[in-house]
């Protein structure tokens, strides 16, 4: 039942995003939409619906199923991709280094942005978030002579 509670929340999202792009008439997707509807509303609340969690997490544990529909569409137009493979090539390059420099942009730009190179004049071992192995080492020796 748990399933079926986070799924109908699930196509209860892509319904509103559906409906809202057709009323209007956006350039977006309706499932795009939605998705952003439903991560805005898990950021307020602050936690996901453990119905919620167990339907992703059935839905992503089956996610190869979902790539079979594309593997058939390849195999009907298979004719079509020999006369345009080099079209569809250059497609994917491009939009593959298109979509590297601005992955890397907006990771330079965050690093900037929130000061993560390090540049802060507190010590690192304050401001960093990951420990060394030698610092969880000592916290685990101390902790076990503590309690030992």
Known sequence: MIFINGLTILL??????????????LPVPGPVLAMIMLFISLVVKGSTPSSLQS???TILS???LLFIPAGV????HFERLQNEWL?????VILSTVITLIFSAAVMLTMNKLF?????????????SAVKSLEQLQKELIENESDHG
């Open 12 to 25: 209860l999202y892509q319904l509103m995003g559906e409906v809202t792009v057709r009323w209007l008439d």
């Open 55 to 57: 339907s992703a997490n």
């Open 62 to 64: 089956h996610l190869s």
């Open 73 to 76: 569409g390849i195999m009907v």
């Open 87 to 91: 079209p569809i090539t250059i497609a």
């Open 115 to 127: 000061n993560f190179s390090g540049d802060s004049p507190e010590k690192p071992e304050e401001c």
